[in-house]
């Protein structure tokens, strides 16, 4: 009997998270290019811009762990969708907040704290739905790709959003990745399923494949354990060091293409150009970074394939960012900064493989815990990189996204992502390198 060919559905799916993941990117970094503009219409103040840059990622960070919640408890294919639709709305509103209204600031600041809770979703939901439909040898790889798009938004954002402001004005940008965002929502409710054994192109060889390859953890379908996660050192390890992530990731969201204008004095194509460069570095780093985990995963173990990685990750962006931040000229500046960009994210598929091998079932909610932390390093970032900016300059602002990049590499030393969650209660944690 001829062996019948595995489906691949899975794959599919994954590659729609990376569409949806750089839609996302696109819709919320779209600001940081629209921001030059804006700041004119509004009469806002750099400060005062990275107060509305900060509400984003606030809502962003405080929906985290409700996000996987709701993704764990209601399936990631339906809160998926929700979600999508209501950024998509804040997004155009956005644009649609009048300079002339009383309160302009609040009002702006408010549209981006509700943009940010709808768009709180994506990862959680994007964990869960790889804890039910990923093998745990393939998760670097899946993970590598879903925040591939990350970078791929981030960087076709200013092309895109630069050409859609000289057409028709910033306002028309926001319009356009609102509609390009629900279009794409539409889109993932009819192909994807919560479950492989739900969906109709699942064949029995790809269902046999998928079953084989999820880890056995207790208690899959069991309340949230509060506190298991609460008490875990593998949760706050990962909690603290995607803060220190967060915290450089978002220097280049937020700021990178405003201090190519205001630092190095580029106009606004010659920044949209140059802007794109760390971007699509995070691309290929973050795709790099999926394969060398799951190959070295399988090699040397799961701790030395997830951790080993992130370390040498954090090590070497906060070498470039410091290098990067003295270069004299602008263009060997922006490759180098965007080694620091790219080099960072060698480390992400080994923060979400981790919350999917200890977590399973509850993956989207402890991922959700660890991406509160990124945002809340967002967040500050948002604000205080302007005022580092304009009281020392921009070389301290690198120079103190260096210095969290080598708190992350530290802390990293203390995750064991070969020990359950329901399981570390009573155990040591590990200590190190040698654990």
Known sequence: MARTERSRVRLLLILMLFVLSAIAFLDRTNISVAGVRMRVDYGLAPVTLGWIFSAFLIGYAAFQVPAGWLAGRFGPRRVLTVAILWWGLFTALTAMVPAQARHPVLLLILVRLALGAGESVVYPAGNQFLARWIPASERGKANGWIFAGVGAGAGLTPPIITAIIAAGGWRASFYVCALVGIAAGLVWFVVARDRPEDHPAVNAAELAHIRAGLPPLPDDHGPVPWRAILSSGNVWALFWSYFAFGYVIWLFFSWFFIYLADARHLDLKSSAMYGMVPFFAMTLCCLAGGVINDRLSKARGLYWGRCLLAVLSFLLTATFLAIGSLAASTGLAVAILAGGAGAIYLSQ??????????AGHHS???????????????????TLTPWIAEHYGWTAAFMTAAALAMSGAAIWLFVDPTRPLLLEENATPPVGVLA
């Open 349 to 358: 598929s080994s923060f979400w493989s981790v919350t999917a091998d200890i």
């Open 364 to 382: 989207g909610v402890v991922s959700g815990f660890m991406n509160m932390g990124c945002q809340i390093g967002g967040a500050i970032t948002a």
